[in-house]
């Protein structure tokens, strides 16, 4: 089997469910640690800063730096950077996105942005989204965080930030740029902030859909872990097979 | 030239045109009071109230009456009643469909609705998104006043209902069942509320896709008005054509 150098996990459905730890992921994890492998989180979450995320992890008994978490408010600061430099943007979301955008040098501005980025924003206003939409309509650039139309809370599935991202494009007729898997820049700002290569980088998670559509577009090497979203037995649905299909990450190594 | 018992106009566009009113169709409505006609007029706006809506006419100096208005929010509270009897029903919106719900015997409650309904509500907040669309989910009929996804205001196009009605349908998978125009329940509640029958409507608009459209799926004779959304000159990219195309109605009669 193969040695890879950079661990790159999926949070939700693979390292824990909601607030309980996966102990599989967990325990594969401390493998990881002891042998020095690069352990990395990749998560489309845009509300939680870094910090915040990493505290949610070390409460779960997971070891984990802020600077191994990618988040997708994170890799949308830095692909605004790539593309743009730091450029006044309108912002639609939480803390976790306000922090990126801020933390790259990007400026909030309420009026005549160069770009309008939507997060998930529990405080939504009929006021924020008829600003961004007009600012859209006007020619700033438009990225969303992710495109999950709904995630998973105690009472249901409740709108998710590409149900809002959605609103806007029906709104303006424009498409938004997505930086959260099944799109890949989160995997490349991991990379380029830490100076990965593809061959030694491998991503794990449980939503095929997202995790491995990404990794695959990434052109990485993939895990399957049967903890989530997608079945082992529904993966023959799809296309293009991860490289590992396991029940749990305690399969790994012994398949 | 046929004579038509029952004039139904289109508001913005066609009476008028934000705040001002386009005199060759104010002049022709008072022609058609003076000779007995019916003048209703027919709005995707479920804001306002029929109360509302007959001072916003008459303060622009057109004749109007509450029961000559009919607003896609009146014809959704007539669809829930001849549909399901009275019910408790979840609502997003203004005034308008509050007013125009409770008059019809539904009863708007927070928990456990039998009929989710969406009307443009400039107050929105994210946990009504979330209670409509977990409602939905958990099986609630599913309705929208109207579908129009932007709608112009001084500042340029900003989002209409049809954009939440469509968030909601991104976050649950399902579609809504529309009420405004194109589709028919306003000119059908109308006929219902008058005794009207379809040999004597004729529906007048500007917009093809929405007013036009109504009145062919309806099966009543169309004016198309060149004083709004769709030209005179466009209207050769559409199939069926209205009965009547006309630069204003000061053509009436004239053609």
Chains 1, 2 share one sequence.
């Not at 994890?29 to 910090?51: C, D, H, M, Q, Y």
């Not at 997708?72 to 309108?90: E, F, R, W």
Request: hydrophobic share 40%; proline share 5%; with cysteine.
């Amino acid at each position: 089997m193969k040695e890879y150098r950079a661990w790159c996990f999926d949070l939700d459905g693979t390292v824990y469910r909601g607030d309980v730890p996966i102990p599989e992921t967990v325990r594969f994890i401390r493998s990881l640690r002891e042998k020095g492998a690069g352990v990395f989180f990749v998560t489309n979450n845009s509300a939680l800063t870094p910090e915040r995320q990493a505290e949610k992890l070390m409460g779960m008994g997971i070891t984990a730096a802020p600077e191994e978490i990618m988040t997708s408010s994170v890799a949308t600061a830095d692909h605004l950077l790539k593309n743009h430099g730091t450029i006044p943007v309108y912002m639609i979301g939480e803390e976790g996105l306000r922090s990126a955008l801020t933390s790259a040098g990007h400026r909030i501005v309420r009026e005549a942005p160069d770009a309008v980025v939507v997060g998930i924003d529990r405080e939504i206003t009929y006021g924020k989204l008829a600003d961004a939409s007009l600012a859209v309509s006007a020619g700033s650039a438009f990225v969303a965080t992710n495109s999950d139309k709904a995630y998973p809370t105690e009472r249901g599935l409740v709108p998710g930030n590409g149900a809002f991202a959605g609103l806007i494009e029906l709104a303006t007729g424009v498409s938004p740029f997505y930086i959260g898997k099944p799109s890949v820049p989160m995997l490349e700002a991991l990379a380029d902030r830490h100076g990965l290569e593809k061959e030694e980088m491998i991503m794990v998670g449980d939503n095929y859909e997202t995790d491995i559509v990404a990794g695959i577009r990434y052109g990485i090497d993939t895990v399957h872990v049967d903890t989530g979203v997608t079945r082992t037995s529904a993966l023959s649905n799809y296309g293009e097979q991860p490289t590992y299909a396991l029940k749990t990450l305690d399969g790994w190594g012994a398949n």
